[in-house]
C-alpha cells in the first residue's frame, strides 16, 4: 500500500477510549499538584490550543498543535501550560501515531467528564503543524481587561454572548498561580468537581478588591478571600448582556452542562478541516 493510505489505517487503529482511559488514570496521580488533579491544567491546555481560531483568517485553533513550539509556547498566557504538554508526552510515547491536536482536545473532553461533567462530543482529524503556523500573541483573553476585549476575542473566534458566558464555566475548575498569570487562588471551594458554582459564586458573594504583590489586582470573596474572580469577571458580569446568561446558568445546572458539552466542542473544533464521516466519540468514563 502507499505510504498515505497506510497512514490513513494506522489513524483508524488508534483505540481512542482507550487514549481516554489512559489519561484519565493520570489525572490525580501527584495528589501534591495543586487541588490534586491535572484535570484543570489539561482543559486549560484544550482552551489555549483551541482559542487562537481567527475566523476569517482561518489561522490558529487545535489543528496544528503549535504551542509545541516557541513564539507561541512562549507566549505569556500559555505560562504553566508546559506541565500540560509534557504530561501528554507520556500518552503520546504509547500512541505516537495520534496528533498533538487530538491528544490535547481529547485530554480536555476527559478531563471534564473526569471530574463530573457532561459527555463532550468529540471527533479525530487534527493534523500537526510546523512552528511556521505559529499564532500571533494576543489572541487570547486579557483577564485585567473588559467586555468589549472579550467580547472581541470570542467573537473572533465565531461565538456569540451566550456561548461565551458558557464557556467562562470551564472556570468552575482549577485556580490562578501567582507565577503564572500573576493572578492568585480558585474561584470557587471545590476546584476540582465540574459544576455551575463558577455561576453561583460570581452572582452571590459579596465581591471586593484586593491588591496583589506585583501590583495588579482581583477580586476576592469578602467571607472567604482565598476564592477569586478575574477583573474581565467582573467586568462580564457587569454588563446586562452577558449578566442574564451568568444568571440563567447560576439556576440552571442542567442548561450550563447542556450549552457547555456544545460548546466546548464547538471551541476544540475550530479550523479542524474534518472531512464529514470522521467517527463522533462519547467516551464512557471510568467510573460507568
Ligand atoms: Fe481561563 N484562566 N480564562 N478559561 N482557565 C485561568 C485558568 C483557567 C481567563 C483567564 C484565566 C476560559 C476563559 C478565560 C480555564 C479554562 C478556561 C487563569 C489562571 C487565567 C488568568 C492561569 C494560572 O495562573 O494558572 C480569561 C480572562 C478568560 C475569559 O474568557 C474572559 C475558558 C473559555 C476556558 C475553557 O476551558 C473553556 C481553566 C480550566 C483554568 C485553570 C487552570 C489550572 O491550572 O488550574
Redesign the pocket.
Known sequence: STPASSTTEKKKDIDYQQVYNDIAEMLDEDSDY?DGSYG??L??L??HAS?TYDKDSKTGGSNGATMRFAPESKHAANN?LVIARDLMEKIHAKYPEISYGDLWTLAGVCAVQELGGPTVPWRAGRQDAFETSCTPDGRL???GKKADH?RDV?YRMGFNDQE?VA??G??A?????PE??G?EGPWQEAPTVFSNEYFKAISSRNWIKKTLQDGGWQWVDKNNTDVMM?P??IA?YNDKEFKKYFDLYAKDEEKFFKDFATV?QK?LELGVPFKGDEKVYHFKRTTE
Do not use: K, Q, T, Y
Open positions: 495543586d484543570p491544567v482543559v486549560r484544550a482552551w482559542g504553566g483573553p486579557d483577564a472579550i470570542f461565551i464557556l467562562v470551564a472556570h475548575l482549577g485556580r490562578c498561580h503564572r498569570s493572578f478575574l474581565a469577571e462580564m466546548f471551541l
